[in-house]
């Protein structure tokens, strides 16, 4: 499976998901445009400040709670970094 393919079945499958809301699908997406620029690494890394503003998210705290829901309900891995160059470390679960 190609690279789009995988992106569009992540998003598919994210859209299609009753269970989230539209800020699940804020993050999903401002992940999904991340992976796009890492050039499909899997896994990449994101700052959370970059992430929080494309996914037009304010609260730090509603950033945490949705990134733990969506590694609960598998659509990704996240791995939190304290570093504040490198960032924390999301694998799309395809």
Sequence with gaps: MNNIEQLSNFLLRVTSDRNLSTS???????????????GF???????RKDLMMAAK?????????????LTKSKYVEYKPSYHPIKGSEILILI
């Design 24 to 38: 699940h699908i804020s993050i999903c997406t401002a992940l999904c445009s991340t992976w796009i620029e890492s």
């Design 57 to 69: 998210i304010k609260s730090t705290s509603t950033y945490h709670k949705i990134l733990n829901e």
């Design 41 to 47: 690494c899997n896994p990449f890394n994101v700052s």
